[in-house]
């Protein structure tokens, strides 16, 4: 059980919040004004501190090894294969969603993968013009209007808020490695395609984490405005 937790915790990780490159690319350009429910500041601002400790001396060595060992082109066929395999969390989050042009737009880059992509290890859908919506059980909360609560950084996770936080379980039971057994295969999948997915994004990460002043306010900001866009 032990073991099956923690496989939850980075799944939950790999999906919605180590994007965070990505939403904070996003963030840049579409910020706006509003007011976070940010009672646990203090916590919160220690969190970051212990998480970002956490990346400097053991994610960050372990993930410039595994770059230097492991072919580019291998690395991006694992990343291809695990975002084709999380296909029933966006199908059905979507679905939920009432979005079923995307659900549909969703199937096809699944058959386009599967079926041209060899399992999912190349991603067809992208040179077909097929594009993917992310959606999980915390948005699809979101776009039926469930607040997301106080705002709250986890150990290892990273930004999140109760919302986010307690829909992970949901989150996990829709990722195919959730049924794997035994536990510590299924742990062991999902710490491998989170480490695999980190591997691309070493440079972005080192420069938030080191380069932009108040890091706190700044990662907090740009994970609660993303969760907005993404749950329209």
Wanted: charged share 20%.
């Amino acid at each position: 059980m032990y073991l099956k937790l923690k496989a939850i915790i980075l799944f939950f990780f790999l999906i919605a919040n180590f994007t965070l490159a990505n939403e904070i690319n996003d963030f840049e350009d579409e910020f706006s004004q509003y007011k976070v429910n940010d009672p646990l500041s203090g916590y919160n601002k220690v969190m970051t501190r212990f998480n970002v400790f956490l990346y400097d001396y053991a994610l960050r060595p372990t993930l410039m090894a595994y770059t230097k060992i492991t072919p580019k082109a291998f690395r991006i066929g694992v990343k291809n294969f695990f975002d084709n395999l999380a296909f029933p969390l966006r199908f059905i989050n979507n679905t939920l969603q009432f979005k079923f042009e995307h659900a549909g737009e969703e199937s096809k880059r699944f058959i386009a993968n599967t079926i041209l992509g060899f399992g999912g290890i190349m991603n067809a859908a992208d040179a077909l013009h097929l594009k993917k919506y992310p959606a999980d059980f915390g948005s699809t909360l979101a776009h039926w209007g469930i607040g997301s609560g106080f705002h709250l950084v986890l150990p290892i996770l990273g930004p999140s808020n109760l919302r986010d936080s307690l829909s992970l379980p949901v989150d996990w039971f829709l990722y195919p490695s959730a049924y794997i057994n035994p536990d510590w295969a299924s742990f062991a999948i999902s710490a491998y395609a989170y480490g695999n997915e980190i591997s691309f994004r070493i440079d972005e990460i080192d420069e938030i984490y080191h380069n932009t002043p108040n890091l706190y306010p700044f990662l907090r900001d740009a994970y609660e405005q993303r969760r907005i866009e993404i749950s329209k």
